[in-house]
Each structure stands twice: as structure tokens, then as C-alpha cells.
């Protein structure tokens, strides 16, 4: 199993660019989710799905969107980007199971810097 | 909504000695998890040891352990016999059941003095 992947490890955006973080899971996990963080923050939570055709908002999701048309994949679109968006980013995909094991495993991340 | 706070910004320890990182929460709900998590500086997010609330017993896994104390809503993480490979920033997060929502607190950057 390869895990979480991601690409690209690194973008650097002209402000008002547009483009998609890609993220694929080879666990056949049902949820899957972005976080972004930024320096002296924890991780903070942008979309999140638990399924295909199932997204949702998290803490952050203004200038994001998200879409799950697969298991596998649940890529991150930024539709005009602006410097506020220049973050690090992590994917991230977990098993819903009533046996509790629900611990999510997170890509490598892809740095991103917006001018 | 669920926060997590980690007072502690920065800790060291000598090398081969104990340290502990502490992580305080604040839920209405009885049932989630808690988890710790490493970050090296290759920025790979690392998971160090996981906690079910439902669950008295302490987790440890290896040099780690947890003492979770859940009506004081506590969970601090110890580190035995610190290794230099230790070194790394260190995040508490708490998993909503309901959402399967992960809430990080700020990080604790560990330093291993040799």
C-alpha cells in the first residue's frame, strides 16, 4: 500500500491563479479530509467527506472546494488564490468502524505559497 | 466546539531521560478519542500512541505513554529513555465521534539535548 499521497510537494501561486492539490488513498478508507496548517497553529480542518459523493465544511473552508466522485481520491480546489492561503497542507483518510480503530493517516503535504 | 490546549511551546530533555507533554481538553461529549501526534521536520505527521475515552487503562506503546485523566479532561504524553530521533514537534488532537472531526492543539517542540 502506498497510504495517503500527494501532489505536488510544493506550488507557488500568483495571487487570483487557480488549482487543485490532489489526494489518493489505496486503504479503501470512507473518510478523508484537508487540513492546513500555519506557523504557532495546530492543524485546522478545511473540507471533509466521509464517502464518495459525501462532502462537507470544516473550520476553514472559505476559497475551497472539494468533491469525492471516488473512494480513492478527494482533491482540494482553490478557486483564486490569495496570500492567506500560503500554508502547508495535509490529506488525510481514516476506516469509520465500530471496532474504533478510527485513526487517520495523513499524506506527506504539499507546501504551498501564494504571491 | 471541542478545543485542545497545549501550554507548553517548547520543552527539552537530556538524552535517556523522562518528559512529559501536557494536553488539556474541553468536550460535552462521553464518548471520542484523543490521539498524539509527531511532526520531524520532514513535516510528516506521525502517529505516536491513541487513547479511547471509553477506556481507563492508560495507552503505551513502547517509550510512550499516556495518563489520561478523563474528568479532569487530561492527557499528557511520557516519554522514556528520550532519544535523539525524539526531537520534533508534538500535537494533541481530539476525534469527534459524531463527525469523525480531528481538533489539534498548538504543538509542543521537543528538543533532545545530547
Redesign the interface.
Known sequence: NAGVTQTPKFQVLKTGQSMTLQCAQDMNHEYMSWYRQDPGMGLRLIHYSVGAGITDQGEVPNGYNVSRSTTEDFPLRLLSAAPSQTSVYFCASSLISTSGRRTQYFGPGTRLLVL | AQT?TQSQPEMSVQEAETVTLSCTYDTSESDY?L?W?KQPP????I?VI?Q?AYKQQNATENRFSVNFQKAAKSFSLKISDSQLGDAAMY?C?Y?N?G?????????TRLTIIP
Not at chain 2, 520532514?42 to 505527521?45: A, G, H, P, T, V
Not at chain 2, 463527525?99 to 504543538?107: A, S
Open positions: 485542545v478519542y490521539f501526534y520532514s513535516r510528516q505527521m502517529l491513541r479511547e500535537f488532537a476525534l465521534f463527525n469523525e472531526k480531528l481538533t489539534f492543539g498548538t504543538g
